[in-house]
């Protein structure tokens, strides 16, 4: 929440109107800070207010945007301190620790800090961009966060059977779960694997896309474990024969968060694996994804249009979901009915009605296709097109006044408009519907803490596709490994993404039967750019390395 001292401190400077600050000033949460809101307004000069505020309050500014500060000295304070008190150690001596701040009127507790460092502290004041920068690499004690798990059932499940089985397990499973799922959470894993095999049991995270190894317990605590994990997914514990279903509700570091699980037999005892679902990280913002400009306009351009069909393409965990929730989220207006119909419900959209589809019951992505056509809507959202029935409807529904989002399962964005044909979809029925497609991967971002220059041979950038005359001029970067990054040198991920609008030229292409291939080599005449150029892109940005676009772009012949 806003620091109240905070905010007499703009009210002084007059740099901010009242207005803008309301909205800021009705979060109440204790965990953020709110103040860092500010950067997101365009008018907003952060370097030019912390000037006059730290010749107002006779301070010494210093720009920390480039600084590097060593892990050691971060240590020095705990991420919910640093939340408590805005201030952030980023030098230690014997004669005091100097600590960087945003807010001028910090200096009112700086005998608190005292108390804190236990040594005597120095005040400077920074811009609030390259605080929020320092903040970023501050990570949460494992002890903090386990003190806030707490399990989140409604009344309704809260039995007394349920209590009565967690008490069946020891506290120190109780425990150890806690510390498994809030070390996930610190590590912004998106998925947990808990594996049984013949004489181990070990337990993986996938964090930026790749698995890694961050337990081995004793076999002997597997089963109670597993056992915890189905308790808590309101799982049938008796039954170990079959796969189950369930879901996690839990309130870690005053965040709500949904693990999605999943338990599988094997031959060893039960494989379970848990998505992680944090709302917060959600990006509905589109201008956020990492579109180019280019890219963005014809995406909105498509998604705007009064009907149609836009389609969304990449592997499992490329990002899909996130980008139609985001397109959902600028459609979503009072004056529009959006329906969706997805396996599952990743995501909970105010305004938007969610549907779960349940092939056991018999309700599939077409049979709700067919009853949100009897709905009045103007936007439906499919999760997957998986087969011709689906398509079909799909199809019939963009022709007949709705916008209609879906995803597909495609190498690129060419290849889909052939699987579409391929399911037996007509081509004239396919470019009267098909507004955009667009494909997508996700690359690890480079991280910021142990960024470094690193020299690639041109004649690798140039057998990546790029001109010679551009990669002799070219800058790569790499990551060397640090304590943020746990030694990978990555990061978070980026999304790179190709984008293909249907001209009148590629809809004559489709109508003759042409090959994804021609299709593919008119929209590169017509300036799309492939996943092999946009991740080439980010190379040349600093955002990530040749190897890591490479392997996620796929082969590109055109390119």
């Known amino acids: 929440m806003f620091r109240k001292e905070f905010v007499d401190v703009i009210s002084q400077t007059g740099m901010v109107p009242v207005k803008d600050l309301r909205p800021l000033l009705n979060n109440k949460t204790e965990a953020e800070i709110t103040e860092l809101k500010l950067l997101e307004f365009e008018f907003f000069d952060d370097v030019r207010f912390a000037k006059v505020v730290a010749e107002k309050y006779n301070l010494t500014f210093i720009d920390l945007a480039n600084a590097k500060m060593s892990d050691s000295v971060l240590s020095l304070i705990k991420k919910s301190d640093a939340i408590k008190y805005r201030a952030i150690p980023i030098q230690k001596t014997a004669k005091a620790v100097t600590v960087a701040v945003y807010d001028p009127s910090i200096a009112k507790i700086k005998t608190e800090l005292q108390t804190l460092f236990q040594h005597n502290v120095e005040l400077i004041l920074t811009n609030i961009g390259s605080w929020s920068k320092i903040f970023s690499r501050l990570t949460d004690s494992i002890d903090d966060i386990l003190e806030t798990v707490r399990e989140i059932r409604p009344e309704s499940e809260a039995d007394e059977k349920h209590d009565t089985k967690s008490e069946e397990i020891g506290e120190d499973i109780i425990r150890l779960v806690n510390r498994i799922l809030a070390e996930a959470f610190i590590k912004k894993a998106s998925d947990i694997h808990i594996e049984p095999y013949e004489h181990v049991f070990r337990i993986r995270f996938r964090v930026d896309g790749s698995l890694q190894e961050v337990m081995k317990p004793n076999k002997k605590l597997m089963l109670p474990i597993v056992s915890r994990l189905k308790i808590l997914s309101s799982m049938d514990i008796s039954e170990k024969r079959k796969p189950q279903d369930g879901r996690i509700k839990l309130e870690v570091g005053g965040k709500a968060i949904d693990y999605r699980v999943s338990s599988l037999p094997c031959l060893f005892g039960e494989k379970v694996c848990l998505r992680l679902l944090d709302k917060s990280n959600l990006q509905l913002d589109m201008m956020k994804l990492g579109f180019e400009k280019k890219q963005i306009a014809i995406f909105q351009e498509g998604i705007h249009q009064p009907f149609g069909m836009c389609l969304v393409t990449g592997p499992t965990g490329s990002g899909k979901t996130t980008t139609l929730y985001s397109a959902l989220a600028e459609l979503n207006t009072i004056d529009v009915n959006v329906s969706t119909a997805e396996d599952p419900c990743e995501y909970n959209l105010e305004g938007i009605n969610q549907v779960n589809v349940k092939k056991e019951v018999g309700l599939t992505f077409a049979t709700a296709l067919k009853a949100f056509l009897r709905q009045d809507p103007d936007i439906i959202m499919v999760g997957e097109i998986r087969d011709f029935e689906t398509g079909e ?167």
């Open 393 to 559: 409807i799909a199809v019939e529904a963009a022709l007949t006044g709705h916008m209609v989002l879906s995803t597909l399962h495609t190498n690129d964005a060419p290849s889909t408009i052939a699987r579409l044909l391929n399911m037996g979809i007509e081509p004239f029925l396919v470019t009267g519907a098909l507004n955009v497609v667009v494909a997508q991967r996700l690359c690890r971002k480079i991280c910021e803490g142990c960024k470094e220059e690193h020299s690639v041979p041109i004649e690798d950038l140039v057998a990546c596709g790029i001109a010679e005359s551009s990669a002799m001029k070219m800058k790569t970067y790499k990551g060397k490994g640090c304590g943020i990054c746990n030694g990978t040198g990555y990061k978070g991920r980026v999304a790179i993404y190709e984008v293909l609008a249907l001209s009148p030229i590629i809809k004559e292409i489709i109508l003759k039967h042409g090959t994804a291939d021609d299709i593919k080599k008119q929209a590169i005449k017509e300036g799309m750019k492939t996943l092999r150029m946009a991740a080439l892109t980010k190379v040349a940005q600093g955002f990530t390395t040749l190897d890591e676009a490479v392997s996620n772009s796929g082969s590109d012949k055109f390119s």
